[in-house]
C-alpha cells in the first residue's frame, strides 16, 4: 500500500522560511507528477506548486519567487522551500504525486495527511 508522510510544517513569523517534505512509501513502481497543495482556513484546497517527472515546475502566483519545488527520485520525495512567508501562507499544506504501485497497470493520485503551516504577523 502507497503511502505519503509529510513533515516540516509549523509556525513561523512573517519572512521566516519553512521546507517541507513528503516521502512516498509502498511497493511504488513509478512516480509521476508531485505537487503541493494548500487549504486555509473557510477556503478550497488550492494547487500551490507542481514538478513533472521531468523536473519541470509550476508555481501559484502568490507564491511565485518566494517557493520552490524540487524532488529526489531516488528518495521518492518531493520538497517544498518557503520563503518570505506571509501570514496568507497559512494552512494545511497537502503533498499529492501521481504514482503507479507494482500491482497496478497505471497510475493514481495520492495524498499525504497534511501539514500545519502558520505564519504569524
Known amino acids: 500500500q502507497v503511502q505519503l508522510v509529510e513533515s516540516g510544517g509549523g509556525l513561523v513569523q512573517a519572512g521566516g522560511s519553512l521546507r517541507l517534505s513528503c516521502v512516498a512509501s509502498?511497493?511504488?513502481?513509478?512516480?509521476?507528477?508531485m505537487g503541493w497543495y494548500r487549504q486555509a482556513p473557510g477556503k478550497q484546497r488550492e494547487v500551490v506548486a507542481g514538478?513533472?517527472?521531468?523536473?519541470?515546475?509550476n508555481f501559484a502566483d502568490s507564491v511565485k519567487g518566494r517557493f520552490t519545488i524540487s524532488r529526489d527520485n531516488a528518495k521518492n520525495t518531493v520538497y517544498l522551500q518557503m520563503n518570505s512567508l506571509k501570514p496568507e501562507d497559512t494552512g494545511v499544506y497537502y503533498c499529492?504525486?501521481?504514482?503507479?504501485?507494482?500491482?497496478?497497470?497505471?497510475?493514481?493520485?495520492?495524498w499525504g495527511q497534511g501539514t500545519q503551516v502558520t505564519v504569524s504577523s
Open positions: 499529492n504525486m501521481v504514482i503507479r504501485p507494482m500491482d497496478r497497470p497505471l497510475g493514481s493520485s495520492y
Open positions: 509502498g511497493r511504488i513502481f513509478v512516480i509521476n507528477d
Open positions: 514538478i513533472t517527472s521531468g523536473g519541470s515546475t
